[in-house]
């Protein structure tokens, strides 16, 4: 049985996500364009982006991914979880969201709390997003 105290070998760090995507030209371009993100790597059904701290967000033609992630269905319609960026200000959120919403991005939720600010948002694959400032 696993218990909670036992040291563990494995890094807590995770160094790659990878999202499926429509159509990759048009995935790499959105990316580009709305978050301003470098490509590291590219082939013709993969894009890697390279971020911050050895982190990277790689795209991939989602039949290919359907393939290596074992999934039956093409049509996602939900992708079970939220890509966060945490920014500075109320200001940059705001600044932010009207960019993606320019670039073609659909607002989901806006939330102002004691806690902070966030708007989320789907991208142009359906992923969603959510744009945050932790008040202090």
Avoid: P
């Amino acid at each position: 049985m696993f218990s909670l105290h036992q040291r563990s070998t494995i890094q807590s760090k995770i160094n790659f996500i990878t999202l499926s995507v429509n159509n990759l030209d048009e995935s790499v371009e959105f990316y580009q364009k709305a978050f301003e993100f470098k490509i590291s790597d590219i082939n013709k059904a993969l894009c890697v982006f390279a971020l911050n701290d050895d982190f990277y967000l790689a795209i991939q033609e989602r039949n290919i991914f359907s393939l290596q992630s074992g999934e039956n269905s093409l049509d996602v319609k939900f992708s079970g979880f939220i890509l966060s960026h945490i920014v500075n200000s109320v200001k940059e959120v705001d600044d932010i969201i009207d960019r993606m919403i320019s670039f073609g991005c659909i607002i989901t939720e806006r939330l102002d709390e004691k806690w902070g600010y966030y708007v989320s948002f789907r991208d142009i694959n359906g992923h969603c997003w959510e744009i945050a400032n932790h008040k202090n």
